[in-house]
């Protein structure tokens, strides 16, 4: 696609639930990263995969958050037993490669709601 | 580790100049990244800096001084269409992997 897609866009869910965040990244592009931001801050990291592999996943808050990326291209953040303090936009971000341009492309991001 | 400071807020009048400041800490520096995002959207890049100096796009500018750990975002002839949310970032050891600032909430009134 022309840009970085993110599905869903809105999620709301009850604390304790499973979640699923899907991102799609621009074609070609291997590198990929997944961000949170919450209401008046700045993107916060999370993760961020070189090809299929998770090269850096030292921002992920604790064992309840997972991602992969299977193929190289897709990849799905995964929240388990969901809690009220993982409510923010989760962002996904894409570049062609790790050299350091300080560009990424981001998507609209997938806003998740935990009542 | 690396940390990014600049302010919460700013507020100008359309047609003016202003200029949002970012000082920084870093063990290893590589370059000042800025980005700039409307309420509810994508983050989209503005502009970066490896070298000290002034880069120039059309309305916007970024300057960065290696040696003063700052660097800053000029915004001329300001339209509504600007007001937005304002990040620098650093690139880290591992390529594009950005640590954001805060965020400059930007106001631009008629």
Redesign the interface.
Known sequence: GAGVSQTPSNKVTEKGKYVELRCDPISGHTALYWYRQSLGQGPEFLIYFQGTGAADDSGLPNDRFFAVRPEGSVSTLKIQRTERGDSAVYLCASSRDTSNTGELFFGEGSRLTVL | GQSLEQPSEVTAVEGAIVQINCTYQTSGF????WYQQHD??????LS?N?LDGLEETGRFSSFLSRSDSYGYLLLQELQMKDSASY?C?L?GD??????????T?LMVKP
């Open positions: 590589y370059g000042l990244s509810g959207g994508a983050p989209t890049f970066y490896a990040f970032a690139p591992a390529g594009n992997m950005l640590t954001f600032g805060g965020g909430r």
